[in-house]
Structure formats: structure tokens, C-alpha cells
């Protein structure tokens, strides 16, 4: 995780940096720093906490510099603390770094320096990269970066300075996202695209092994043998405002309000001539003989949504595995599996981990990626693109219902190729599918009754998210979003399991919230419900339920209506209502919504 910026240009890298910052805080906000070169050598500030804090510590200061480096901090090793922020600095003072990844043999490499005389400061694995570099530098900041990349075991994207060349800003990545930005007053690095869309749209995007030599007046590429390199530059389609709150309190909010548009993004971008479509229309399902999907958190709740959707309408039996868990279980895949990865960052470590490992046993590969460029989507075999734009808030929401779409098109065609599907209701399920923007839209009329039944579970120990089948699936996504952002405890069942141990738990008052647009299931659902409310617990039902009668149970149940669609697609409108109960819970406890304690957005650490 971490995030990192550099900038070679003509104005004072301070501001520039500390403002690229802002928006790679979602990657970690433990601690953040920065170093430029000042009249008399580097010029570093570092603070624990948040971004906010190094900004007080920069008031006033005078600090200024062309050429320098900042980082926000997702502590891993070493707690969050003034001395293992970043950026360091060697014990000479000659190379300072910013570094996002984790250096697997630091321990190795600390201990070979220390015995040489180095003394190190902090506790991080971080610090040997500076160290290394500073015991390797014999004049030429290139053969120093060449050196200490065969040198580091692990993962690393490093932005990196040296006093004796004051005009460079060196860049080198394995397995982590680096950027290279290239502006009128200045080039950047950072670790996300956000971070340079107020200067410019015009990327580089660094591959593993390839170093970005950057000065104010352009960037250079060369390869582990100093050989220049060619690469493309590309223009990205995310504008300046889509990285800005657009007047919301927070992205989460805003993210979950652009839903609507970003549903029918990424249904015209499957649906209508253009890369996503030809890559789901050239997929011959026949050709596998079975279906993974694969990924972590939100992506993988919509992997679990997905299964639902496969194999009802493709009638294929799909498995659902957690990155972290297929990556190491030896999988029974070959060439006749298809693995699906979804994620919205395309840098989880445990979801390119499980790609690398299906393609290593021969299986093919199809991301569902949301950041072009990033590793996920360049290392599949095939990649679909969401196009949520720039998700900046920790918990995903708009990337999460795009994700839905493509699988949900990708189900539809494929069960068409398999003769599943006949055709015309292949087109009945399309034209019900351009629905579903119009459809979320409506959900927003009920924005005040959510928030009014958000405002009442701030007191909430515990909350229960129930459904069956794919209604199970979306309360899980429900219960995520909840104890993500407002630390309540919370788990999701599917509704039939809660009599084999959890409805133990139910007291007087405990909050249950059950998910009901499975039409033939709602009277099974309507069972739990009476379960729990017999036990004590208030119901939150929500769906699409039209003979619920909440008047007849005695003040005990709730309901938030949602419109009616096929029982296959409702996920995408449950999900928003989930959602924006998340956030107003959170918000009525006054938490910091868009960095929920201890989490980052991009986990690109095991
Ligand atoms: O970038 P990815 O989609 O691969 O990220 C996967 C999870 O880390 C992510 O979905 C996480 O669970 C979210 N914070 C949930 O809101």
C-alpha cells in the first residue's frame, strides 16, 4: 500500500507534492513526508497521522525546492510513528527515498550494512533501500538504482533522489504501480493516476524492471542494462473533477451518487462496438470445462453476486475462491478453466498472486479491472475495463456495481454461446438490464427514510445482514460496507443457516437486516424475519416486497421498497440502498468515512 509522488519541474515541488498527496491518501494514512532539495542539502518533513498533519507542520516553514518526493504511509513494518515515515535518507545524507511495496530480505541486507558501520534509525524495511543505495553510489545515480534492484527481494516502487545529481528524479518498479506524469512546468511519478490529473492526463505507465530517469524537461527510460527504452504515451481518460469531492462531504457519498451514470457507462461500454465488447463477444465458453472467479473484499462478494447469475442462466457450475486462498491451495485448474479476477485497483497482491498462479497452470485468464494500466489488467489474458472512473474512497461502491454489469453481460453472452439463452431473451434480459440506471436513480427519492433508519443503529453493538441465494450474496457486501466504515460488528447469513447457531445472538433490539427480492424465496425469508422478531431483534427488511405488511408486526419490522426488477440484476439496486445505510451510519458517528481506521484502498501487501 503507500502512496508515492516525485516532481521534477519549474515550480516548488512543496505544494505540488503535498497536493498529489491528498490524492493518494486512500492508499495509506498513517504518516505521510516529504523531501526537496534545499540550499544545503535535502529538506525533509515527516509527521505521523494524516496528510493533514504534515500540512500544519509545513505552514509556515520555508521549505522549497524544483525537484523532490513525498509519500503517505500504510505502516507494515515499524508502527506509524515521526521516524519511520518516509521519505529516508541514508546516514550520509546523499540519497533519499520513497518507497511503496515491502523489501522481503531487509533483515539480511540491514544486518550486512550494519556490520560495515551503517546505523540505522528506524524500523522499517524501507530504510535499507536509502542505506543500500548510499553504500553503492559511486558517482552514478543509475548504476546505484541498477544495483540495489538486483540487490531487493519483495516488491518496491521507489522514487528516488541523490544530492550529488540535484536536477533527477529516479523511478524504478517491481510488483507495485508507478506512474510517470508528464506536465508543461514539470514531470511526475506517483502511484496513481489521480495524483497528476491537475497537471496533466498524459501518462507513462512504468513496467516491472524499467527505471524512469526524470528531469524538468522530460523523462527517459532504460532497462536493468542502461539501454534506452521506447515507450508509449498515453492519454488518460479520467478528467481533473472526478478526483474532487464535487461538493459532498466525502467521496463515498459522491461515488455512491454516480452510480446511475457509471451503471450506464459500462453497459454501453459492453454493450455497444468497442474493446469490451469484443473481448466478452470473443471468449468461446465451450472451449473450458469450468469457471473460477477469483478475488478479495468487495471484489470478491461481487464474484460470489456472479455465481448466482453463471449458473442460473449459463447452467455451468462456477467456484468462488478468495484470492488469499486460491493463490496457495494448489488449485484444480488447466487449460480448460477459465479464471475471472475482479478488482478495482488491479494491484491486490493476493489477486495477482491467484492470476499468476492460474496462468502458470495453463488456465486462461479474464480480469475485470477498473485501473487502466495496472498489473491485473495487463497481465490477463483478456481484460473488460468497469468504467467507474477514479474510485478515491476506501470502500468501493461505484467500482463494486460496475463490477456486477460486466459479469452479469458476461453471463447473459455466455450462456447465449452455450444455447442456455435462447436469443430473444437474451435481448428481453438486455433492454431489462438498460433499466438499471433509471431504476438506481429512483433509489435516491429514498435517501431520507435510509438516513432516518441509519440514525437509529449508531448505538448498534451488532447488525445481522440476512438474505438466500443471491440476496445472501449482496448481504454480504452489505455487512463488509457496514464494519468497514462504522466499526460495528457485523456478519451476513444466508437467511436458511441462521437456526444452526447465529440466531443465538439475537437479543431484544438487535438489528436484522434482511434482503428480499428473490420472489419464489420470500416467503422463506419472511420465516427468518418472524424468527428473529419472536427472539427480540427489529427487522430492516429491504427489497422489492410488495405484500410485506410491516403494520402487523408490532413496530418490529421496517421496510425500504426498491424497485421491481428481474431477481437476477437486484443485487445492483439493494447494493446502493446497503450502501448508503453504510454511510449514513458512519456519518451519524462522525467517523472519517473516506479512511476507515487501519484500512487502505489498494492492498498491494500480503
Ligand atoms: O482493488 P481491489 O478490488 O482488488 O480490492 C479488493 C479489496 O481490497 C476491496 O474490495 C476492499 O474489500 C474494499 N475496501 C471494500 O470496500
New binding site residues.
Given amino acids: 500500500m503507500c502512496g508515492i509522488i516525485g516532481y521534477a519541474g519549474n515550480r516548488n515541488a512543496v505544494p505540488v507534492i503535498v497536493d498529489g498527496l491528498k490524492k493518494l491518501e486512500y492508499r495509506g494514512y498513517d504518516s505521510a513526508g516529504i523531501a526537496v532539495f534545499g540550499a544545503d542539502g535535502f529538506d525533509v518533513v515527516k509527521q505521523k497521522g494524516r496528510l493533514a498533519a504534515l500540512e500544519s507542520r509545513l505552514e509556515g516553514s520555508v521549505i522549497a525546492g524544483n525537484v523532490g518526493i513525498g509519500h503517505t504511509r500504510w505502516a507494515t513494518h515499524g508502527e506509524p510513528s515521526d521516524v519511520n515515515s518516509h521519505p529516508h535518507v541514508g546516514s550520509k545524507s546523499k540519497i533519499a527515498i520513497v518507497h511503496n511495496g515491502i523489501i522481503e530480505n531487509y533483515k539480511r541486507l540491514k544486518e550486512r550494512l550494519e556490520r560495515k558501520g551503517v546505523r540505522f534509525v528506524s524500523q522499517t524495511d524501507s530504510e535499507v533501500i536509502a542505506q543500500l543505495a548510499e553504500y553503492y553510489y559511486k558517482g552514478d545515480l543509475m548504476d546505484t538504482v541498477i544495483k540495489v534492484s538486483g540487490a531487493l527481494e519483495g516488491s518496491y516502487a521507489l522514487g528516488i533522489m541523490c544530492l550529488d545529481e540535484p536536477d533527477l528524479l529516479v523511478a524504478v518498479r517491481k510488483d507495485n504501480p508507478l506512474i510517470v506524469g508528464v506536465a508543461e512546468h514539470g514531470n511526475f511519478i506517483a502511484s496513481d493516476v489521480p495524483a497528476v490529473l491537475k497537471h496533466t492526463n498524459k501518462v507513462y505507465y512504468l513496467e516491472d524492471g524499467e527505471i524512469a530517469v526524470l528531469t524538468k524537461d522530460g523523462a527517459d527510460f532504460l532497462n536493468m542494462d542502461k539501454e534506452p527504452l521506447k515507450k508509449r504515451l498515453e492519454t488518460v481518460s479520467w478528467s481533473f473533477d472526478s478526483a474532487e469531492k464535487g461538493g459532498y462531504p466525502h467521496f463515498m457519498l459522491k461515488e455512491i451518487m454516480e452510480q446511475p451514470k457509471v451503471l450506464k457507462d459500462t453497459i454501453h461500454s459492453v454493450m455497444s462496438n468497442g474493446e469490451n465488447k469484443s473481448v466478452a463477444d470473443g471468449l468461446d465458453i465451450s472451449a473450458f470445462d469450468k469457471i473460477v472467479i477469483t478475488?478479495?473484499?468487495?471484489?470478491?462478494n461481487a464474484g460470489v453476486v456472479a455465481k448466482y447469475v453463471f449458473e442460473r442462466l449459463c447452467r455451468v457450475s462456477v467456484e468462488v475462491e478468495l484470492a488469499s486462498e486460491f493463490r496457495y491451495k494448489d488449485a484444480v485448474i488447466d487449460g480448460k478453466t477459465l479464471v475471472i479476477l475482479?478488482?478495482?485497483?488491479?494491484?491486490?497482491a493476493d489477486?495477482i498472486a491467484a492470476m499468476r498462479e492460474a496462468k502458470s497452470k495453463g488456465a486462461v485468464t479474464l480480469s475485470i479491472v477498473?485501473v487502466i494500466g495496472s498489473t491485473i489488467a495487463k497481465e490477463a489474458d483478456y481484460c473488460l475495463l468497469t468504467s467507474a472512473g477514479p474510485e478515491i474512497a476506501?470502500?468501493?461502491?461505484k467500482?463494486?456495481s460496475a463490477q456486477l454489469v460486466l459479469l452479469y453481460v458476461l453471463a447473459a453472452r455466455f450462456a447465449v454461446k452455450l444455447g442456455k439463452l435462447p436469443p430473444e431473451s437474451f435481448a428481453e434480459l438486455m433492454s431489462e438490464f438498460e433499466t438499471l440506471p433509471d431504476k438506481a436513480k429512483e433509489i435516491f427519492e429514498h435517501i431520507d427514510l435510509i438516513q432516518k433508519h441509519a440514525s437509529e443503529c449508531v448505538v448498534c453493538k451488532s447488525i445481522f445482514f440476512i438474505g438466500r441465494n443471491i440476496d445472501y450474496a449482496i448481504a454480504l457486501e452489505g455487512s463488509?460496507?457496514l464494519k468497514?466504515i462504522s466499526y460495528i460488528h457485523s456478519e451476513a447469513y444466508a437467511g436458511g443457516e441462521l437456526k444452526h447457531g447465529t440466531i443465538s445472538l439475537i437479543e431484544e433490539d438487535t438489528l436484522v437486516v434482511a434482503i428480499s427480492n428473490c420472489k419464489r424465496l420470500y416467503g422463506k425469508i419472511m420465516s427468518n424475519v418472524e424468527q428473529v422478531i419472536s427472539r427480540g431483534a427489529k427487522v430492516l427488511l429491504i427489497g422489492c416486497c410488495p405484500e410485506a405488511e410491516p403494520s402487523s408486526y408490532d413496530g418490529k419490522l421496517s421496510y425500504i421498497g426498491l424497485p421491481e426488477i428481474t431477481e437476477l440484476f437486484s443485487p445492483s439496486l439493494s447494493v446502493i440502498v446497503l450502501q448508503l445505510f453504510s454511510y449514513y451510519v458512519a456519518a451519524n458517528k462522525g467517523l472519517d468515512i473516506d479512511k476507515p481506521r487501519n484500512?487502505a484502498?489498494?492492498?498491494t501487501v500480503e
Avoid at 475482479?342 to 491486490?348: C, D, K, L, P, R
Avoid at 476506501?394 to 461502491?397: E, L, Q
Fill in positions: 478475488a478479495c473484499g468487495s471484489a470478491y475482479v478488482s478495482q485497483s488491479g494491484e491486490t489477486t477498473n476506501v470502500a468501493t461502491t467500482a463494486f463488509l460496507k468497514e484500512l484502498k489498494s492492498v
